[in-house]
């Protein structure tokens, strides 16, 4: 599936949610739902400090495609850390640098990405997509 | 036992921005430590201003010039009364405490802080009350030593007076706290460092909105506070100076006011209050914040206080009736602030989830780091209540956080 694909899918499932109650409800059962980051990849120099709580994002490179694994302290933000990466894991690192993640505005939680309230959100599309050039200029 | 000094529904329709509404959602607004909301006398004040005397101050020769200037001029005397400041050319306009805290950093370090000096500062200032010192303190070859407080949130004194002695340059200590609602003892901080000979600054950020200040009977050096959280415009702060230091002080930023004379190699300062005041201040904000503190005074400070204590006991009943809360800061002396956290939940979760309902919390660290390192905690979720605010809201508030540990459980 392409980002784009994926992106869709993710639109079309949220338009099932009447409410807002229902799409937290949902954010927090992926929250809680996903193990997604190793222990010990859970350091201070793959650490995103936000304002309001900490995101650990750590990528590794498979058959060209990058892989990203995250955690965070907050739930709603550990809910929205496994959307993106449903979105942007297992892409090779062109597609994670041309994405346009319309999908977060689309789905009614735009305020979430907000540069203050983002809690690190818009910081760790950033730290993704630095991942992915890193590995593109080291491809090269 | 509720209050019945104030007229409260005459009040919150004072406040326009209460009958708003968020998230579909009557807006219920408990982040006043942040930022207070507005009268409309003082949104009217600032749209009076500008549609009939706008102009710049202190200069010009016309009318609207000298209207203008003495608009602003009389704040300055409101203040001064507000405080009890000894004179007039006391009270310094600044673009808010922090600016407040830097100018007596920047301006007195320069003269009064010298290599090997002293700096004292407490575990529960905001950071405007610390990286100001720090970086003085590197600039100039000084110490800076903290005051550590207790699991309560309160100052530890007497760790405080050991930490006094002959080389202690300046104390800086907020009045209230931001993150724990502690009301500190600063008249007896101030006497103690005065034995010393040191300068106190008082961060009184969250202090003057909630009570009349008396400058001279605590003592204070400088006392440094924000227009916006006290029913002012944004942009605009206070600093109060004892004259003595003042005048000794070098001008913070050149320019505009500030100046006497001005020749090609050097030039000459202005007389207080204006040599700290350089450039065009905030001549709408100014003639505004004299509304707004004419409105606090009208409402009355005693019946502001029993209204904010009275939610305070009220919040803190309430809140305390929630299975796994736990408050942050318990001192016997506290201003109307509720800071805690819900077992299992983080407070940025708890503050989404209510921001839905219409309640406006601060989470996060609050600009209060070192505090949240002291309790080995990430956050809070802060409830901070205004004069203007109900038990009627707290209840909510409650709901709110039953419905949070509803969905988190």
New interface residues.
């Given amino acids: 599936m392409t980002i784009e694909e994926k992106q869709a899918e993710i639109v079309d499932e949220f338009a099932l949610f009447d409410d ?2 229902q799409k ?2 949902y954010l ?1 059962e992926l929250g809680k739902s996903l193990p997604m980051i190793e222990e010990k990849y859970k350091t201070d120099d793959r650490i995103i400090k936000g ?4 995101v650990w994002l750590n990528a590794e490179t498979n058959d060209g495609a990058i892989r990203f694994t995250a955690d965070s ?5 550990k809910g929205i850390i496994s959307l993106l990466i449903q979105v942007l894991s297992d892409e090779s690192p062109e597609e994670i640098l041309n994405a346009d993640l319309h999908f977060i505005d689309e789905i009614g939680l735009k305020e979430h990405l907000s540069p203050t309230r983002a ?1 690190g959100l818009l910081a760790m599309v950033k730290q993704m997509k630095f991942y992915a050039l890193a590995y593109q200029s080291k491809a090269n | 036992m509720s209050t019945e000094t104030l007229d409260m529904e005459k009040i919150r329709e004072d406040f326009p921005i209460l009958s708003e509404e968020v998230h579909g959602q009557p807006l219920v607004y408990f982040d006043n430590a942040a930022t207070s909301q507005k009268p409309t006398p003082v949104i009217e004040a600032i749209t009076r201003y500008y549609t009939q005397i706008n102009s710049n101050i202190h200069r010009g020769v016309h009318t609207l010039s000298q209207k203008a200037t003495d608009a602003f001029e009389e704040t300055r005397e409101k203040v001064r009364k507000h405080i009890n400041a000894e004179h007039a050319h006391e009270i310094i306009f600044t673009k808010g405490t922090t600016d407040g805290i830097n100018l007596v950093a920047s301006s007195f370090g320069q003269h009064f802080i010298g290599e090997g000096e002293e700096v004292i500062i407490t575990n529960m200032e905001h950071h405007s009350n610390i990286v100001p010192w720090q970086l003085i303190c590197a600039q100039r070859g000084a110490r800076l030593k903290i005051v550590p407080i207790s699991d309560k949130g309160e100052l530890d004194l007497e760790t405080f007076r050991k930490m006094l002695n002959k080389n202690t340059a300046l104390v800086a200590v907020n009045h209230i706290s931001n993150s724990l609602g502690t009301i500190n003892p600063v008249k007896e901080i101030t006497e103690a460092a005065h034995e010393v000979g040191a300068a106190v600054l008082i961060d009184g950020a969250q202090s003057a909105p909630h009570m009349p200040i008396d400058v001279q009977d605590i003592g204070a050096d400088f006392y440094t506070f924000s227009a916006h959280k006290m029913c002012g415009p944004t942009g605009l702060g206070v600093l109060y100076g004892r004259e003595e230091w003042l005048e000794k002080m070098p001008p913070y930023q050149g320019g505009g006011e500030m100046i006497k004379e001005v020749f090609l190699d050097h030039s000459t300062w202005a007389d207080l209050p204006h040599k700290f005041e350089a450039g065009t201040p905030n001549i709408s904000e100014v003639v505004a914040f004299g509304t707004a503190l004419d409105y606090l005074n009208e409402i009355g400070w005693e019946a502001i206080e029993a209204q904010e204590r009275d939610l305070l006991e009220y919040g803190t009943a309430r809140l305390s009736e929630i299975e796994g809360l736990k408050i942050y800061g318990e001192a016997d002396q506290k201003a109307s602030v509720i800071s805690f956290l819900i077992e299992g939940i983080h407070p940025y979760d708890v503050g989404m989830v209510l921001d839905k309902l219409g309640i406006a919390v601060r989470t996060g660290h609050h600009c209060t780091q070192p505090i949240m390192d002291r309790f080995e905690i990430p956050g809070t979720v802060r409830a901070s209540f205004a004069f203007y605010n109900t038990r009627e809201e707290i209840d909510r508030l409650v709901e709110g956080l039953k419905r949070v540990k509803t969905m988190f459980a």
């Fill in positions: 807002w109650l937290y409800d927090i304002c309001q709580s900490r302290d907050a739930i709603i933000t809690n």
